[in-house]
C-alpha cells in the first residue's frame, strides 16, 4: 500500500531555506503515471498547491512560488523534496507531499508536517 | 488563475440528513478535472471525487459528484457521523491548480 512522509525541520528563521524531504513506500516510485507533488496549509486556511514533479524529473511550479521553490527527486532512495527559499512568516503551515496520476491532481497524501517560521 | 467559490460557507445538518455542496469556477474547468476532497481535524485531505463524478477507491457512494463548465455540486446522500468534516473542491485543468475556501458539513 503507497504511503508518504514527511520529514525535516518544524522550525526555520525568516530568510532562510526551508527544506523537506517526502519518503515514499510501497510503490514504484519510477512509475511513469505518477507524479509528485507538495501542498500547503496555513493555520486554518486553505490549501495551496507549491509544485510537483514527474518520475523522470519534470518541475511543475506555482507561479506565485516558482521564484523561490525548488523540487528534486532522488529515485535511488525513493524521495522527493521541496526547498523554498528567503522564507517569511507566510510561509508557515502544514506541508503536505502527495502522490497522483496527473500533474495537479492528488489521490494519496501524506499526514503532513508543521512548519513554522520565526526567529 | 483560476478562482473556486464554494458555498455555504458552512452547513449545519443532522445525521441522516442530504448535504448539497456548491463550488463555482471564475473560468470553465477544462475537461471536467474538478476533484473534492475531505479534510478532518488534524488530517490530511482525502480524495473523494475526481472527474467531477468518479468516486476514487474506496468512497462510499452516498458521495457523489456533478457538474461541468463552471458549476459543480458535491452531494451527500445521507450523512453518517464520520462525514461532519469541512469538504474542498480543486480545479486540476489548468495550472496552478487551485482550491476553494472550503465548506463546513457541522452537527446541528
Known amino acids: 500500500q503507497l504511503q508518504l512522509q514527511e520529514s525535516g525541520p518544524g522550525l526555520v528563521k525568516p530568510s532562510e531555506t526551508l527544506s523537506l524531504t517526502c519518503t515514499v513506500s510501497?510503490?514504484?516510485?519510477?512509475?511513469?503515471?505518477?507524479?509528485w507533488g507538495w501542498i500547503r496549509q496555513p493555520p486554518g486556511k486553505g490549501l495551496e498547491w507549491i509544485g510537483s514533479i514527474s518520475y523522470s524529473g519534470n518541475t511543475y511550479y506555482n507561479p506565485s512560488l516558482r521564484s523561490r521553490v525548488t523540487i528534486s527527486v532522488d529515485t535511488s532512495k525513493n524521495q522527493f523534496s521541496l526547498k523554498l527559499s528567503s522564507v517569511t512568516a507566510a510561509d508557515t503551515a502544514v506541508y503536505y507531499c502527495?502522490?497522483?496520476?496527473?500533474?495537479?491532481?492528488?489521490?494519496?497524501w501524506g499526514k503532513g508536517t508543521t512548519v513554522t517560521v520565526s526567529s | 488563475e483560476m478562482v473556486l467559490t464554494q458555498s455555504p460557507g458552512t452547513l449545519s445538518l443532522s445525521p441522516g440528513e442530504r448535504a448539497t455542496l456548491s463550488c463555482r469556477a471564475s473560468q470553465r474547468v477544462s475537461s471536467s478535472y474538478l476533484a473534492w476532497y475531505q479534510q478532518k481535524p488534524g488530517q490530511a485531505p482525502r480524495l473523494l471525487i475526481y472527474g467531477a463524478s468518479s468516486r476514487a477507491t474506496g468512497i462510499p457512494d452516498r458521495f457523489s459528484g456533478s457538474g461541468s463548465g463552471t458549476d459543480f455540486t458535491l452531494t451527500i446522500s445521507r450523512l453518517e457521523p464520520e462525514d461532519f468534516a469541512v469538504y474542498y473542491c480543486q480545479q486540476y485543468g489548468s495550472s496552478p491548480g487551485t482550491f476553494g475556501q472550503g465548506t463546513k458539513v457541522e452537527i446541528k
Open positions: 510501497g510503490v514504484s516510485f519510477s512509475s511513469n503515471i505518477s507524479y
Open positions: 502527495a502522490r497522483g496520476e496527473m500533474v495537479l491532481w492528488f489521490n494519496v
